[in-house]
């Protein structure tokens, strides 16, 4: 219910307010995790192309 009383409170709304992008604040967080974690230092591969396909064949049947 309105009485016509215009709180104390009120502030009009600032220009340098209006002014500022106010999506960057909603969206900061999605930039916060950029990617996947990438180990700086990778483990050998072990054995030969072939020896790894043999494997891999012999562990699929």
């Known amino acids: 219910m309105q009485t016509g009383k215009v709180d104390g409170d009120f502030k009009p709304n600032d220009p340098q307010e209006a002014s500022q992008p106010q999506g960057a604040k909603q969206f900061a967080a999605y930039n ?13 591969q072990e054995g030969t192309k072939e020896e790894r396909q043999a494997k891999a064949q012999a562990l699929n049947k």
């Open 32 to 44: 916060a995790h950029p990617g996947p974690a990438i180990p700086q230092n990778m483990p050998e």
